[in-house]
């Protein structure tokens, strides 16, 4: 088959990695890609939310399956957009459809949504400009801190947890008033604060069935011991210690099966990936958020633990056989820690060259030539001439895998401690819960 996967992460690098050992896959092609994909295939420069631009490159390559990465064109209908396409219809495409997606793209869809099928989550209401000065009395009832939400997608940006009323009225009134995440946040969501702690599930469904994938845990901040500001993922692991069999019983039982119930009860075609992004409130799991693709940096965990071949999966998923499937998980524990640019979050440098020092270093590629327990996945970087250089925040996410999380974590760091380029910068502690 021939393969094309939209988007340019650590996560389309990890898919390439993983897709590229399946016998059912004899090209790659990555929309746009990175240095790290161009190594697995053909990296092709196009927005990938520009649907013709992508049916251009399905066409002339003969494309069998498009694996979508990041949530953009599913929230704008990429899969609409295939199906309804006489010359596309028949392309595997990972889903869900426009309605599926707005579990992700509309904050506001997604609480109902929960509502209605019961599925724990912090209780809320929502508020646009109609209802805009019984939002300032609902929030000065709220107990402290209160959340509040843009309905829709607001480039990780628009959850803010407010310790007081000062700030959580003039954020509303900035979201809904001031439009500050512009159409994103014309809708806010306001729910109760939930204190726990936080973990990732992933299934793939094709509608009916799923399969369950690997869980994982993210680490959002900037700084080492949680602090700073918020970035889209600095590290991640998997297993999560404290996800049990007893624990996800749960979430299965209370989550996972009601919302694909709850899918099919809506009538939403859902063929993809579904991210549970979850938090453990007194031993009970909780949704936070879902998302309709795979996470970043998680991916570059998950995928090293599955043994299957994941086209396979996705080739079971269109045919809606996933109920055949068996999942296997290696047992090892597996780390990706993130090197980014200086300053990210906020302003960094791009075009800086790259030094990967680890390729002259023997005892070092042999744990990621042999593949004995070491991958790096590229993110923000690209070819310029016959130099890699950074091209994002986040440049690289390098996993590890060993029997101790430690010695994993170990490993990921001897490597990154082989990467340079200017400003780099890593967390030293990612996994430091569960670590002695
Ligand atoms: P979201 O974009 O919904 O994932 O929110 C981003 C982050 O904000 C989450 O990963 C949580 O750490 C935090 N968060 C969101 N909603 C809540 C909540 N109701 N209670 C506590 N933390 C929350």
Not at 260 to 285: A, H, M, N, S, T
């Amino acid at each position: 088959m021939k393969i094309l996967i939209l988007g340019s992460g650590g996560r389309e690098h990890a898919f390439c990695w993983k897709i590229s050992q399946s016998s059912l896959c004899s090209k790659l092609f990555i929309a746009p890609g990175n240095a790290g994909t161009a190594a697995f295939g053909q990296n092709i420069e196009i927005d990938i939310n520009d649907f013709l631009a992508v049916k251009a490159i399905c066409i002339s390559n003969q494309i069998d399956m498009v694996v979508v990465g990041p949530e953009e064109p599913l929230v704008k209908g990429i899969y609409d957009f295939f199906k309804n396409d006489y010359d596309l219809k028949d392309i595997i495409i990972t889903g869900p459809s426009k309605s599926g997606a707005q579990l992700e793209g509309s904050k506001a869809f997604a609480k109902s949504f929960m509502e209605k099928y019961y599925i724990p989550t912090a209780r809320y209401k929502e508020f646009d400009a109609s209802n805009f000065n019984e939002g300032l009395q609902y929030i000065q009832n709220h107990p402290l801190p209160i959340v509040l939400k843009a309905d829709g997608l607001a480039a990780g940006k628009g959850v803010i947890i407010c310790q007081n009323y000062v700030e959580a009225l003039s954020e509303f009134e900035l979201m809904i008033q001031q439009s500050k995440f512009g159409d994103a946040g014309k809708k806010v969501v306001v729910e109760e604060f939930l204190d726990g702690i936080e973990l990732s599930v992933f299934v793939l469904t094709d509608g009916k069935n799923y399969v369950l994938l690997p869980e994982a845990k993210d680490y959002k901040k900037i700084c080492e011991g949680d602090k700073g500001l918020n970035t889209g993922g600095m590290g991640a692991i998997s297993p999560v210690p404290f996800a049990t069999d007893h624990f996800m019983k749960k979430v299965t039982e209370k989550i996972i099966e009601p919302t694909i119930e709850g899918l099919q009860k809506e009538e939403i075609d859902y063929k993809g990936f579904i991210f549970f992004g979850l938090i453990k409130v007194d031993e009970e799991p909780m949704v936070i958020e879902y998302n309709c693709r795979m996470g970043d940096p998680e991916t570059e965990v998950v995928l090293i633990r599955l043994e299957n071949d994941l086209v396979e999966l996705l080739v079971a998923m269109d045919q809606e056989k996933l109920d055949e499937q068996e999942i296997k998980i290696e047992k090892n524990n597996a780390v990706t820690i993130v090197a980014v640019s200086g300053g990210y979050p906020e302003e960094y440098k791009k075009g800086l060259p790259v030094n990967l020092l680890y390729l002259e270093n023997p005892e070092a590629r042999k744990h990621i030539d042999n593949g004995e327990g070491a991958i790096v996945f590229h993110a923000g970087t690209k070819i310029l001439g016959d130099q890699i250089v950074t091209n994002g925040g986040r440049v690289f996410a390098v996993s590890a895998m060993a029997e101790g999380l430690g010695d994993a974590i170990e490993l990921s760091k001897t490597i990154l401690e082989q990467i340079y380029f200017d400003g780099i910068y890593f967390r030293g502690d990612i996994g430091y819960e569960f670590v002695d």
